[in-house]
């Protein structure tokens, strides 16, 4: 079965949002840390969403940077903080690998391979590992993070080390609009996840997005269908495949609910996406 879940910045209050979202029957939710990522979290936390049935993962802070080699030795650290939590969570820790500064793909390829080799060794090292890292696309040209660039990177381990995280409003964003729209262009994404990386489960991002030349600006409701998810949860449902998708929009339970709706009849809802995606024109009518 899909587990749909939400995306959450961590707080104190993280037990009382867990009860929240079990009283949704939300099944998930990826913790995003802005700042340092403690080794581990409260047990009572870990506790509760396991009582709950709701799964953990967690979201790296936004400070990756491979452009020099102070930043990416201190970005390696941050990884290797990132998937030891993540280790004790059995979990994935999701992160973006920043901007391409004045430098290119292919120059900072091999550093960006490095860091996250040294990081799975140090998990590795201090005994037995079960996180994992997941790579996530981009919302921003000036960000590395292309679908190419990311399976380019997760070709290069394993999937029970790396895998990649599809951002669809990233991918949105990134294409200023032009991609994903259809069924076509959903398949032709899970297609190469699947020739290329040989994955067999997968973890998403959703949510509408507001973009100005090929940058992101803001998340938005799945509701705008910007780009449309039910052609995607089609798409899905005719895949068969399993797979966790995470909501990262302003007010995600209900976007979540939405969503479970649209999964078990996503033909219902083709052309509500359509209208809205045609409506959405230069992005001056969302709500
Ligand atoms: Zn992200």
């Known amino acids: 079965m899909p587990i749909f879940g939400v995306s959450a910045l961590w707080s104190e209050t993280a037990d009382n949002y867990l009860r929240e979202l079990s009283s949704s029957s939300v099944k998930a939710v990826e913790i995003g840390f802005n700042s340092r990522v403690p080794r581990a ?3 009572n ?4 969403a396991k009582s709950l049935d709701i799964r953990l993962s967690i979201h ?3 400070f990756m940077s491979w452009i020099d080699s102070p930043k990416t030795s201190q970005s390696t650290k941050y990884l290797t903080e990132g998937a030891a939590l993540a280790n004790t969570l059995d979990t994935v820790a999701v992160f973006h690998l920043g901007y391409y500064g004045q430098r290119k793909f292919e120059d900072l390829r091999p550093g960006i391979l490095e860091g996250i080799k040294s990081a799975i060794d140090s998990t590795r090292s201090s005994g037995s590992k079960q996180g994992l890292f997941g790579i996530e696309t981009s919302g921003k040209i000036a960000e590395i993070g ?6 380019a990177i997760a070709k290069e ?3 029970t080390d790396v895998i990649p995280i599809v951002d669809w409003s990233h991918l949105y964003a990134r294409s200023n609009g032009q991609f994903p729209r259809s069924e076509d262009d959903y398949r032709s994404v ?5 020739s290329e990386l040989r994955l067999k489960r997968f973890y998403f991002h ?4 507001e973009f100005e030349n090929h940058q992101e600006k803001r998340h938005l409701s799945v509701k705008t269908c910007v780009p449309p998810l039910p052609q995607l949860l089609k798409v899905l449902n005719e895949i068969g495949c399993e797979y966790t998708l995470i909501v990262e929009s302003p007010n995600p339970i209900p976007d979540v609910l939405w969503l479970e709706d649209v999964r078990k ?3 219902a809802w083709l052309e509500f996406a359509e209208e809205r995606l045609r409506r959405s024109g230069l992005q001056q009518t969302l709500a």
């Open 41 to 43: 979290l409260p047990e």
């Open 45 to 48: 936390v870990v506790d509760l």
């Open 60 to 62: 790296l802070p936004f």
């Open 146 to 151: 292309s679908l190419q660039e990311i399976l």
């Open 157 to 159: 381990f394993s999937d």
């Open 190 to 194: 899970i297609d190469a996840l699947e």
């Open 206 to 209: 959703a949510s509408g997005i």
């Open 265 to 267: 009849a996503p033909e």
